[in-house]
């Protein structure tokens, strides 16, 4: 039977898909040479890399903005009191604690000494209740705060000298 004219149909994606069915090697081998004319022109063009260290989008990158442009967070730092007889509460024990508080209190680039003594600091305390952790920062950038703990630990020093009994 003849095809007529009304036989065809008149959108474009079905006289394409019609020509390239008819045409089969032409419509490959233009798709092939399309796909090598993008690879060469996109390789002209080149790719831009996104710096790691910018900030990204959104509330994370706000938040990456601040704190690199000048938000310095202290050096958290703290000193382990231990003993294999004595707990927490007992006079020694809570004398070595008082001991080193006091101590490094006197150090200039402490600041902010949480005692596990104190109240709602429970949580620095074992559950054992053999050791004990007393919390502190060092003033100033992270990034510096190794060159300020010499005097810290000559504190921890001398509290460990002052109460042999316990490994502070």
Do not use: C, Y
Not at 79 to 99: C, K
Not at 104 to 130: D, F, M, T, Y
């Amino acid at each position: 039977m003849p095809r007529t004219k009304s036989d065809h149909p008149r959108n474009l994606a079905a006289r394409m898909g019609r020509w390239s069915a008819a045409h089969w090697k032409t419509a490959t081998f233009g798709w092939l040479a399309f796909v090598a004319v993008a690879f060469a022109v996109g390789g002209q063009v080149g790719t831009k890399n996104i710096d790691p260290n910018t900030s990204g989008p959104g509330q994370s990158g706000r938040m990456d903005r601040i704190l690199d442009a000048g938000f310095k967070l202290p050096d958290d730092e703290s000193v382990l009191i231990q003993s294999g007889s004595a707990r927490a509460g007992t006079p020694a024990f809570d004398a070595a604690v008082r001991d080193v508080v006091a101590r490094i209190s006197n150090v200039a680039a402490v600041q902010n000494i949480k005692s596990p003594l104190a109240p709602g600091n429970a949580g620095q305390v074992a559950k054992s209740g053999h050791a004990a952790l007393v919390e502190f920062e060092i003033q100033g950038d992270k990034t510096n705060a190794a060159d300020k703990l010499g005097p810290v630990l000559d504190s921890v020093k001398e509290a460990q000298r002052a109460h042999p009994g316990l490994f502070i």
